[in-house]
C-alpha cells in the first residue's frame, strides 16, 4: 500500500496551551479598534477547536510555534516572530486570523456572508454600456505582430 | 508484442489526457488512461461554506509538497526561485486553475523571426487557430472576439462575463491613460442551469467536468490511482507502461503507442524513470533536452485599495477585463516580450491577509493595525495578475531528485530554475505600469508583488518540439524523434512560453497533435 504522508494530531490542546494562544491572538488582534478582538470572538476557545477541525494537520506545528512565547513578552515575542521568521509567523497569524474569521461576530463586522459561487449572468454581446467603454479601445489599430511580420517593420 | 494490447496508453488525466482521451475514442481507438490520483470530491471543500476559505487549503492545495496527498510526487524546488503548482488527479491542473483563457498571439510563435531571442515554433498561430476555436467551444468559454491584440477572427461562443464595478473602474482608467483593454475571456460556464443542476463543481471547465464523461461515454477507460513508473521500450517501440496500483503491485499494461500527458514536469520525470541500457540518459533524449528548457511564468501581482466597496470579495475565477497594451516587445524598455494583464477578484477575508501580493505588505498588518488593515482590503482590493514570459535557457531544468522519493518509492523531481535579467526587468517595468492604472483609476494604496514565488502553475517546454532531432525531443505534433510510437501530448513541447495564462493553447496543441495523430493512425 501506498504510505499516507498525513497524520492528523487528534489529542486536545492543553489548557495552558490554549492560555498562552489566547495571550498571542489578543496580541495580534486586540480591543479597541473597530472591530471585535481575538478575546471577544473566543478565537482560542471554540474557534479553534473548529479551525483544527478542518485543519488538523496544522495543529502540531502550531502549538509548537505558539509554546515559544511560554515565559515571554508576548507582544515582543509576536514582533520579533514576525520580524526574524516571516514565514513560522505567517504560520501563526493563519490559525488565529482563520479561527477568528469563523466566527459570525467578526464576519458579521466586516459584512461578509461567505464567498458566493462564481456562476454570472453573462454580459449580452450588444450590451451598450460595455460597448461604449470599448469604443476608444476599437478605434486603435490592431497591435498583435503577424506571423510573417519583420524587424525591418518597426523601424519603417 | 502480446496480443491484448490496446490502441494507446495515455499517461495522465488532466487537461491534455483528457482532450486527448476524449478525441481518440470517439475515434474508435481502444484508449486506456492511467493517472495516479483519483476524481476531485468537490463536496469535501465547497466555496458557500462557511470554512471553506480555511478547507481549501488543504484539500485544494496548490502546492504537492504542502498538500501530500498519495497522489503526489515530491518536488525538491531548493533550488529555484519560483515553486511548482499542479493538482493530480482527473482533470489534473484544470481542477484548480482560475479559468482565465488566453489565447497566444502570432509573435508568440515567432520569437526568434521577431525578436531575435530564443527560438520560433514549428508551427503557427494560423496552424492552431482552428483548434483553438474547437477548444474554445468544447471548453465553453466565455469572451469576446475583436480584442486588437489578435488578428480578426471569430471568438468564443458564449458573451463574456460581467465586468463587474472595479472591472469598468479600470476600463475607464485605462481609456483616460490612452491603454487598451478588453472584456476577460473565462473558462466559467454562463449557463445557470448546468450550475443549479449539477452542483458549484460545474461553474467551471475543468477537464473532469468538460470532457471525462464524453471519453467514459464513447469508450476510454480511466484506471485511476495508477502510477506509471516506466514506459517499456523494446526494439526501438514503446510497448506499454508498467504503473503501480492503489495496492502497490506492479502492473504491465501493453499498447501500440503510448501518449504523455504528465505535465512539465511529471512527463521529464518519466521519461528520465524510464532509463534503459540502450536508452542511458532516459527515454527519448538523444538530444540531451529532456528536462531542459524549463519555464514557468514568472508572475507578478498588484492590487489596489479603494476608498469603496468594489465587490471584490468573490472567488477569483476568470477575469474581468485583460489588457495586453504592453504585450509585445518595445526595445525601447530595454528587455524583449511581455506579460497579459488579467484583473480579478482578491477573494474572502482570510485570502486578503496571506498569499500574494499581500505578503509583501504584511508588516503593517497585524497587532494594532489588523481590524484597519482587514477592512481596508476586503471588498475593496482589485487586482492585477501579471503573467510574464520567460525564454527557455538549459540550465532551467528537471531532474530526478536524489534525495526525495514519492509514496511508492520512485525518485521525486528536483526543478531549478532562475528568473533570468529579462524577467525581472520585464516584471518590475508591468508592475509599475499596473501600479500606474491602479493609480489612474483611483486607488488609495497599491501593494505589488514583483515576483511571486507560489506561482508555478505553468509548466512548460522540458521535452521542447522540433523539427531537427538534433536540438528537440519531439516532431511538431508531439511524436518523440527517438521512439516512433511515443508521444507527448502536453505543454513540456513548448518551444517559448508566450506571456498568457496557457490553457487555451495547451488544449489547442492536444488537439492538433490528437488530430494529426489519427490522421497518421488511418493511413497506416
Same mark, same amino acid.
Given at each position: ?26 496580541? %495580534? ?80 463586522? %466586516? ?21 461604449? %467603454? %470599448? ?22 | ?93 484544470? @481542477? ?20 531575435? @531571442? ?112 516506466? @514506459? ?270 496557457? @490553457? ?21
Amino acid at each position: 500500500m501506498r504510505s499516507t504522508q498525513l497524520s492528523p494530531l487528534t489529542s486536545p490542546i492543553s489548557t495552558s496551551d490554549r492560555d498562552l494562544i489566547a495571550e498571542i491572538a489578543q496580541v %495580534l488582534i486586540p480591543a479597541g479598534a473597530s472591530g471585535p478582538s481575538a478575546a471577544e470572538v473566543d478565537v482560542a476557545g471554540g474557534r479553534l477547536d473548529e479551525f483544527f477541525e478542518q485543519r488538523p494537520d496544522l495543529k502540531t506545528a502550531f502549538v509548537a510555534i505558539a509554546s515559544r512565547a511560554s515565559g515571554t513578552d508576548v507582544d515582543s515575542f509576536c514582533r520579533h516572530l514576525e520580524a526574524s521568521e516571516p514565514a513560522v509567523f505567517q504560520q501563526l497569524t493563519y490559525v488565529i486570523v482563520g479561527a477568528f474569521l469563523l466566527s459570525p461576530d467578526a464576519r458579521g463586522w %466586516l459584512g461578509f456572508t461567505g464567498l458566493r459561487g462564481e456562476f454570472q449572468t453573462p454580459i449580452a454581446n450588444d450590451d451598450y454600456r460595455l460597448h461604449e %467603454l %470599448l469604443a476608444p479601445v476599437r478605434s486603435r489599430p490592431p497591435s498583435y505582430r503577424p506571423t510573417a511580420w519583420t524587424p525591418e517593420e518597426s523601424t519603417a | 508484442m502480446p496480443d491484448d494490447k490496446v490502441d494507446a496508453i495515455i499517461v495522465g488525466a488532466g487537461l491534455s489526457g483528457a482532450v486527448t482521451a476524449n478525441e481518440l475514442a470517439k475515434a474508435g481507438l481502444t484508449v486506456i488512461c492511467l493517472e495516479q490520483g483519483d476524481w476531485p470530491e468537490y463536496g469535501r471543500s465547497a466555496v458557500h461554506r462557511r470554512d471553506s476559505e480555511v478547507a481549501a487549503e488543504q484539500y485544494w492545495q496548490r502546492d504537492p509538497n504542502v498538500r501530500q496527498d498519495t497522489s503526489d510526487y515530491p518536488i525538491d524546488d531548493s533550488g529555484s526561485d519560483v515553486a511548482a503548482l499542479m493538482w493530480n488527479g482527473v482533470g489534473g491542473s484544470s @481542477v484548480l486553475y482560475l479559468a482565465k483563457w488566453n489565447r497566444m498571439t502570432p509573435s508568440d510563435f515567432r520569437v526568434r523571426s521577431h525578436d531575435g @531571442v530564443a527560438d520560433d515554433w514549428p508551427l503557427s498561430y494560423e496552424d492552431l487557430e482552428p483548434h483553438y476555436l474547437e477548444a474554445e467551444r468544447q471548453f465553453q468559454i466565455s469572451g469576446l472576439a475583436g480584442d486588437p491584440a489578435y488578428p480578426e477572427g471569430d471568438g468564443p461562443p458564449n458573451p463574456p462575463l460581467p465586468i463587474r464595478a472595479f472591472g469598468a473602474r479600470m476600463a475607464k482608467a485605462l481609456n483616460e491613460l490612452g491603454w487598451s483593454w478588453w472584456p476577460g475571456a473565462s473558462a466559467t460556464f454562463p449557463d445557470p442551469e448546468r450550475s443549479t443542476k449539477e452542483g458549484p463543481e460545474s461553474i467551471k471547465a475543468s477537464t473532469d467536468v468538460t470532457h471525462w464523461p464524453s471519453a467514459l461515454n464513447a469508450g476510454a477507460e480511466l484506471r485511476t490511482n495508477a502510477r506509471v513508473r516506466r @514506459v517499456l521500450v523494446e526494439n526501438g517501440e514503446a510497448t506499454g507502461c508498467e504503473y503501480i496500483d492503489s495496492d502497490g503491485n506492479v502492473q504491465t499494461l501493453h499498447a501500440r503507442s503510448v501518449i504523455l500527458c504528465a505535465n512539465g514536469i511529471g512527463t521529464p520525470r518519466l521519461l528520465l524513470l524510464s532509463a534503459t541500457d540502450e536508452y542511458p540518459d532516459g527515454l527519448a533524449n538523444s538530444s540531451g533536452l529532456v528536462g531542459k528548457r524549463l519555464m514557468l511564468h514568472p508572475f507578478g501581482a498588484v492590487a489596489g485599495l479603494f476608498d469603496d466597496d468594489l465587490d471584490t470579495a468573490v472567488s477569483p475565477l476568470g477575469q474581468q477585463i485583460q489588457s495586453m497594451h504592453f504585450y509585445e516587445t518595445d526595445a525601447s524598455r530595454g528587455f524583449v516580450r511581455g506579460a497579459k494583464w488579467g484583473l480579478q477578484p482578491t477573494g474572502g477575508p482570510l485570502a486578503v491577509t496571506r498569499s500574494y501580493p499581500w505578503e509583501v505588505a504584511n508588516e503593517v498588518m497585524y497587532c494594532e493595525n489588523f481590524h484597519e488593515t482587514l477592512k481596508a482590503r476586503f471588498n475593496r482590493a482589485p487586482m492585477w495578475t501579471l503573467v510574464a514570459e520567460d525564454l527557455p535557457v538549459d540550465t532551467n531544468r528537471v531532474t530526478l531528485s536524489d534525495t526525495l522519493v514519492d509514496g511508492d518509492g520512485l525518485p521525486g523531481a528536483k526543478i531549478e530554475y532562475v528568473a533570468d535579467a529579462n524577467s525581472r526587468a520585464l516584471l518590475k517595468f508591468h508592475t509599475e505600469k499596473a501600479a500606474e492604472s491602479l493609480i489612474a483609476a483611483g486607488a488609495v494604496e497599491t501593494v505589488v508583488a514583483p515576483l511571486v514565488r507560489s506561482s508555478g502553475w505553468h509548466l512548460m517546454g522540458t521535452a521542447v518540439m522540433g523539427d531537427d532531432p538534433a536540438n528537440s525531443v519531439t516532431d511538431r505534433y508531439g511524436t518523440t524523434h527517438d521512439v516512433k510510437n511515443l508521444h507527448i501530448f502536453d505543454s513540456s513541447t513548448w518551444v517559448t512560453s508566450g506571456g498568457v495564462n496557457p @490553457v487555451a493553447t495547451q488544449a489547442a496543441l492536444a488537439l492538433w497533435s490528437s488530430t494529426h495523430f489519427l490522421e497518421e493512425w488511418y493511413a497506416r
